[in-house]
């Protein structure tokens, strides 16, 4: 059972990434999926989360109004759309997954977690 994270890359500020996260290995439908992110010194950091099949979705202030999360269960990929990307997002973004469908920002409360996938924001 595991997580792939992909897309990240190099960027210059403003533009735009999608994230992806693909599960195997079981059916992640019925759980929340969730990004967090670490920047270089930094603790790991909530981003953003929505439930099973949609229905509700949180994000931090710092990416409110310029990320959005989704998910498509048919495939049990979940993806991170950032724009008006800042040298600021430039971190080593992680999918996780929460079988009790929490919606949660706290990571201790995440099942699997994606192997991480760099993103660089240049000024």
């Known amino acids: 059972v595991q997580l792939q994270a992909s897309g990240g890359g190099l960027v210059q500020s403003g533009d735009s990434l999608r994230l992806s996260c693909r599960g195997s290995g079981r059916t992640f439908s019925s759980y929340a999926r969730a990004w967090f992110r670490q920047a270089p010194g930094k603790e790991r950091e909530f981003v953003a989360v929505?439930?099973?099949?949609?229905?509700?979705?949180l994000y931090s202030d710092s990416v409110k109004g310029r990320f959005t999360i989704s998910r498509d269960n048919a495939v049990n990929t979940a993806f991170l759309q950032m724009n008006s990307l800042k040298p600021e997002d430039t971190a080593v973004y992680y999918c996780?997954?929460?079988?009790?469908?929490?919606?949660?920002?706290?990571?201790?409360?995440?099942?699997?977690w994606g192997q991480g996938t760099l993103v660089t924001v240049s000024s």
């Open positions: 929505m439930s099973s099949w949609g229905r509700t979705t």
């Open positions: 996780a997954a929460d079988r009790r469908n929490r919606g949660s920002s706290v990571a201790e409360d995440y099942d699997y």
